[in-house]
């Protein structure tokens, strides 16, 4: 528990970071936005964060912590590797019963100095005498990795009791006006971004307001994903969620496109609360996919069993050239035809998603979670499914499916495993082919565990998966939720 300092954070009835109309730095100009790969070591290959919000930390329950594993030529592994929470040495806050440190992550250079930085949400963290207010702590990258030195410290302006202050987290290029990545945190139904100024780590300038939408349809937000859907070389925000109020639980997304002066709020899209981006037809624009695990009405499909979406980028004609996803939705579920399976209440098919190349032919493929699938009598023991990208888009040519009684899968189906709970598609050997990392976070009576499914030139396989937890990094196992987040 830390006691609430009021911290000077400036209202705008748009989430703008304003500034004159400049084109952006050469370091960034052309930059791709979609460009997601975590470094915090600076040594080219793809580094793995994973967070266990339910750790025991200091012998107190749920304080939670997160693994970090740093790539290399044979990909990641539970020797390169470390554990960190609000206990590691000069680590912002104390590890305390309940604060869910790790519940949500995201990564990027926040300070321009060339190495990709921590973000880590502990919504659950108390702020005398606000309960559950929540807060962040940025894991500032070096040469030697993530450690706790120098650690920052991020709260909302006003800390109201249950908002949960970081419970949904995204890092990004969405402004020309500094060489550093901006922050967007999610706190109820307000979202925030903090700017660092160059060679800074502390003293962020911060923007909140309430999350802009459509009259009469408020985004309660669960998760955000980042993208340059428009093309114009700034990341595009899209915040995820489901609807509040009269018709609650439908999934909403709050799409706010980057431009020269800030981010800029532009529609709503239906779809949501899961979220990933890529460029699936390899067009030159950032696709935008949406998972709806539990829809009322499954997007406009007549299905219970989880719908996923998928909103191709564009470039735009307007005044400003900008866009975004400009097309229809093109819906997905279990029924479509060549995807394996079938639809059935409860699957949760697409309750988590990822977006990246899988053989490297330059098209950007799809991971889908459904941790509530029935594996024969089993309930809830969960299966992942890998979608392909293509010329014309996401086809189900090829697709594929797992779970944990798939030939060469570590493991055997159990109820409540909720296996792919979350998935991550990673290139930590920097072949150019992403692995897929799924995670059960309920797995062991819900100490959870990763599983590691590699790539090759036919894409994602089950030959040579692998299994790890949290114990090899020194992490406590039992309770951990280990896997419950893992860094997009």
């Known amino acids: 528990m830390r006691t609430y300092r009021p911290a000077a954070v400036a209202a705008a009835s748009l989430l703008l970071i304003a500034g004159a109309a400049v084109a952006a730095p050469s370091a960034y100009a052309g930059t791709r936005a979609d460009d997601r790969a975590t470094d915090f070591n600076g040594d080219g290959y793809e580094d793995v964060l994973i967070g266990a919000p339910g750790g025991t930390v200091g012998g107190k329950k749920g304080a939670g912590y997160?693994?970090?594993?740093?790539?290399?030529?044979?990909?990641?592994?539970?020797?390169?590797?470390?554990?960190?929470?609000?206990?590691?040495?000069?680590?912002?806050?104390?590890?305390?019963?309940?604060?869910?440190?790790?519940?949500?992550?995201?990564?990027?250079?926040?300070?321009?100095?060339?190495?990709?930085?921590?973000?880590?949400?502990?919504?659950?963290?108390?702020?005398?005498?606000?309960?559950?207010?929540?807060?962040?702590?940025?894991?500032?990258?070096?040469?030697?990795?993530?450690?706790?030195?120098?650690?920052?410290?991020?709260?909302?302006?006003?800390?109201?009791?249950?908002?949960?202050?970081?419970?949904?987290?995204?890092?990004?290029?969405?402004?020309?006006?500094?060489?550093?990545?901006?922050?967007?945190?999610?706190?109820?139904l307000d979202l925030t971004l903090y700017q660092y100024d160059p060679g800074t780590r502390h003293g962020a300038a911060a923007r909140s307001s309430r999350l802009p939408g459509t009259p009469g349809r408020e985004i309660a937000p669960r998760a955000m994903t980042t993208g340059d859907y428009d093309g114009n070389g700034l990341a595009d925000l899209v915040v995820s969620g489901v609807t509040a109020g009269a018709e609650p639980g439908h999934g909403w997304s709050a799409l706010l496109l980057g431009e020269v002066q800030g981010l800029r709020y532009d529609r709503d899209l239906r779809g949501g609360p899961a979220v990933a981006s890529g460029d699936i037809d390899h067009d030159g624009y950032d696709d935008l996919v949406t998972g709806e695990p539990h829809s009322p009405d499954g997007g406009g499909e007549s299905t219970t069993g989880g719908v996923v979406g998928v909103y191709y980028g564009s470039a735009g004609d307007g005044p400003v050239g900008a866009e975004g996803p400009g097309t229809p939705?093109?819906?997905?579920?279990?029924?479509?035809?060549?995807?394996?399976?079938?639809?059935?209440?409860?699957d949760g098919w697409g309750a988590d998603l990822s977006v990246a190349d899988t053989d490297g032919d330059g098209y950007a493929d799809v991971a889908v979670g459904a941790p509530g699938e029935d594996i024969g009598t089993v309930a809830d023991a969960?299966?992942?499914?890998?979608?392909?990208?293509?010329?014309?888009?996401?086809?189900?040519?090829?697709?594929?499916?797992?779970?944990?009684?798939?030939?060469?899968?570590?493991?055997?189906?159990?109820?409540?495993?909720?296996?792919?709970?979350?998935?991550?598609?990673?290139?930590?050997?920097?072949?150019?082919?992403?692995?897929?990392?799924?995670?059960?976070?309920?797995?062991?009576?819900?100490?959870?565990?990763?599983?590691?499914?590699?790539?090759?030139?036919?894409?994602?396989?089950?030959?040579?998966?692998?299994?790890f937890d949290a114990g090899p990094f020194g992490g406590a196992r039992t309770g951990a939720g280990y896997g419950a987040a893992i860094d997009e």
């Open 66 to 188: 997160v693994t970090v594993q740093y790539g290399g030529p044979d990909g990641i592994s539970t020797t390169r590797g470390a554990v960190l929470s609000q206990n590691t040495t000069e680590v912002p806050g104390a590890a305390e019963a309940g604060d869910g440190f790790g519940a949500a992550l995201t990564t990027g250079d926040l300070d321009g100095d060339g190495y990709d930085d921590a973000v880590v949400g502990l919504p659950g963290e108390d702020l005398e005498p606000v309960t559950d207010a929540g807060a962040v702590v940025v894991l500032w990258g070096t040469a030697q990795g993530l450690t706790g030195a120098d650690g920052d410290w991020l709260q909302a302006g006003e800390p109201v009791a249950g908002t949960r202050f970081g419970s949904a987290l995204a890092a990004a290029h969405f402004s020309p006006d500094i060489p550093g990545d901006q922050l967007a945190v999610t706190g109820g």
């Open 329 to 346: 939705p093109v819906w997905w579920t279990q029924d479509t035809p060549g995807v394996p399976g079938g639809s059935e209440a409860g």
């Open 382 to 467: 969960g299966a992942v499914w890998v979608l392909r990208g293509a010329a014309g888009g996401l086809t189900a040519t090829g697709a594929s499916s797992w779970d944990q009684d798939s030939v060469h899968v570590p493991g055997v189906p159990e109820k409540g495993d909720r296996w792919g709970g979350q998935v991550r598609l990673s290139d930590p050997d920097g072949d150019g082919r992403a692995a897929l990392l799924a995670a059960a976070p309920g797995e062991n009576a819900g100490d959870g565990i990763v599983w590691v499914l590699p790539s090759g030139s036919g894409g994602v396989t089950a030959a040579g998966s692998w299994t």
